[in-house]
């Protein structure tokens, strides 16, 4: 089962997501933050894809990104972010996002996202 990291530091949203990914045959895991996404990423589980929030406290959801590709994760990263900047998009990509979603997002292309990427 293809396992999830979703970083947000709303947990409705967490909810809401692992609402929609449990369901659709992934296993999903949680942090509020960049940090503790980090933390999680270093353990022995395997992260098959994250999901990460733009906007927490702490470490933010871009400068998580800039220590995944710097510590050599190969794991892709969609960005789920209120944000529409395409400079903030163009500094994503540099880190390795491979997706940018813009909230509200939408059930059916977030999903056809994931498969798309994980190739399931």
């Known amino acids: ?25 992934f296993d999903v895991l949680e942090a509020e933050n960049g940090e503790k996404g980090l933390e999680v990423l270093g353990t022995q589980q395997p992260i098959d894809l994250v999901i990460s929030d733009l906007n927490m406290p702490g470490m933010d ?12 994760y190969n794991t892709p990263v969609f960005m789920l972010t209120t944000q529409t900047s395409p400079d903030l998009k163009a500094k994503a ?4 996002v ?14 056809g996202g994931i498969r798309k990427v994980l190739k399931l």
């Open 61 to 72: 959801g871009l400068t998580m990104c800039g220590h995944i590709k710097e510590q050599g």
């Open 1 to 25: 089962m293809p396992r999830i990291l979703v970083i947000d530091d709303a947990k409705t949203m967490r909810d809401t997501l692992k609402d929609l990914l449990i369901p659709a045959g």
């Open 93 to 96: 990509k540099e880190f390795g």
């Open 98 to 111: 491979v997706a940018w979603i813009v909230k509200p997002h939408k059930d059916d292309i977030l999903l």
